[in-house]
């Protein structure tokens, strides 16, 4: 899943792609290196980040949707929490909700998707920080309560992805714990998506400051781990060194069957 914030305050690279032509180039170029699906976002959601109506981050989204749908080639996710957000998306041209607050912040998207036939992706989430707690049994809980809301408004489990969600709600030590016991979380039966990309929680494990573009090792290290233990899906800003190194993997952890046969 390649990443394209249309927003002028994403940590990464935000201001980058809000201009309609360089969000279609930034696209394009994610398609060409591989990615099998792009997922666009007009809300930064990074900590500290500034909530934006419904109706500014439609303006930001809907004219790349509309823009890039007919041409793209590959699925595009709408990373929206918003019901009205996500129709409008789907409506535009994009096939998948990708909801940072698991379809528990406004339940209404589950419907919406429902209704579109769209898969959502669903990830965990937390107000406020526990050190404290168990984060996979919380993950689980938290799971539970989304999967019977995706269920209630007619959303086939075939159609569910589950993420646990790095870089939210959790301290330094429960992302990397939650990364660890992925397995746990594939157990639930659904495909997993991971999303680590530059995150800050990299940075703590390289020497000195580093800029989120400095983390490109970090953050294919931490995505061939959870290849490893069960991702199907990884969400990336730097899709041809993700590409290369998950040939890898699958090529080790997932032959084609004619060459595990042989």
């Not at 595009?76 to 698991?102: C, F, H, P, Q």
């Not at 769209?118 to 168990?134: K, L, Q, S």
């Not at 931490?222 to 800003?237: E, K, M, Q, Y």
Request: overall charge negative; hydrophobic content about 45%; glycine content about 8%.
């Amino acid at each position: 899943m390649g990443i394209l914030n249309v927003t002028p305050d994403s940590f990464s690279d935000g201001g980058r792609f809000q201009a309609l032509d360089a969000a279609r180039d930034q696209a394009g170029t994610l398609v060409t290196e591989g990615a099998a699906l792009v997922d666009i976002g007009g809300e930064s959601t990074r900590p500290g980040h500034v909530p934006v109506t419904a109706e500014e981050e439609q303006a930001r989204v809907l004219p790349v949707i509309r823009a890039l749908a007919p041409h793209l080639g590959v699925p595009i996710s709408i990373d929206t929490y918003k019901a009205s957000t996500a129709r409008l998306a789907l409506e535009a041209g994009a096939t998948i909700v990708n909801d940072v607050w698991g379809l528990q912040r406004e339940p209404d998207i589950a419907t919406v998707a429902a209704a579109h036939g769209a898969p959502v992706m669903v990830m965990h989430n937390r107000e406020t920080i526990d050190p404290g707690i168990d984060i996979v049994a919380d993950m689980l809980a938290f799971f539970e309560r989304s999967l019977a809301i995706a269920r209630r408004a007619g959303i086939h489990d075939r159609d569910i992805v589950l993420d646990p969600g790095i870089g939210f709600g959790k301290s330094w030590a429960q992302h990397l714990e939650a990364l660890r016991r992925l397995p746990e979380i594939r157990a639930l039966g659904f495909p997993v998506l991971v999303g680590v990309s530059r995150k800050s929680l990299l940075g703590r494990l390289q020497e000195g400051e580093t800029r989120p573009a400095d983390r490109l090792s970090g953050s294919i290290a931490a995505h061939v781990l959870s290849a490893t233990l069960g991702a199907d899906i990884v969400r990336v800003h730097d899709v041809r060194a993700h590409v290369d190194a998950l040939r890898v993997v699958d090529a080790v952890m997932r032959p084609p069957l004619e060459a595990a046969s042989a």
